[in-house]
């Protein structure tokens, strides 16, 4: 148990009441929040993520994703329909082969300024 001399104690000796007042009022509601915790919890695993990275350079079918990462077409599936879900990817067929792409411009801008942010 720690020392409670080391505890840091929050005393409420003055509080910028404006200031609470305009964050509260721009504070998403509790379902946003939790949605945008869900979002975040697919960033959480680093096969989405690589998967994510891969169709970042280039849209490709799932073939081609298990080749590049060496797993099973299973594996991959699985994961991009966790991916789909999470409006992440979107796909396209050209006959019988489906296609992978990132989503939006959004998701290109999360992983990109993610990875500029684990790079410097």
Same mark, same amino acid.
């Given at each position: 148990m720690p020392d409670q001399k080391n505890v840091p104690q929050c005393e409420f000796l003055f509080v910028h009441q404006e200031i609470v007042d305009r964050v509260n009022q721009a504070l998403p509601s509790e379902e946003t929040l939790f949605d945008l915790a869900e979002l975040f919890k697919v960033f959480g695993d680093s096969t989405r993520v690589k998967i994510?990275?891969? &169709?970042?350079? =280039?849209? !490709?079918?799932?073939?081609?994703? =298990?080749?590049?990462? #060496? !797993?099973?077409?299973? =594996?991959? +599936?699985?994961? &991009?329909?966790?991916?789909?879900? +999470?409006?992440?990817?979107?796909y396209r067929r050209e006959g019988k082969t489906v296609f992978y792409s990132l989503a939006d411009d959004h998701v290109r801008?999360?992983? #990109?300024?993610? !990875?500029?942010?684990?790079?410097?």
């Open positions: 994510l990275y891969v &169709l970042f350079e =280039a849209e !490709m079918c799932v073939c081609d994703i =298990a080749q590049l990462l #060496g !797993m099973t077409q299973s =594996a991959i +599936s699985h994961q &991009l329909q966790v991916l789909k879900k +999470s409006k992440l990817v979107k801008a999360i992983l #990109g300024q993610g !990875m500029d942010h684990v790079t410097e």
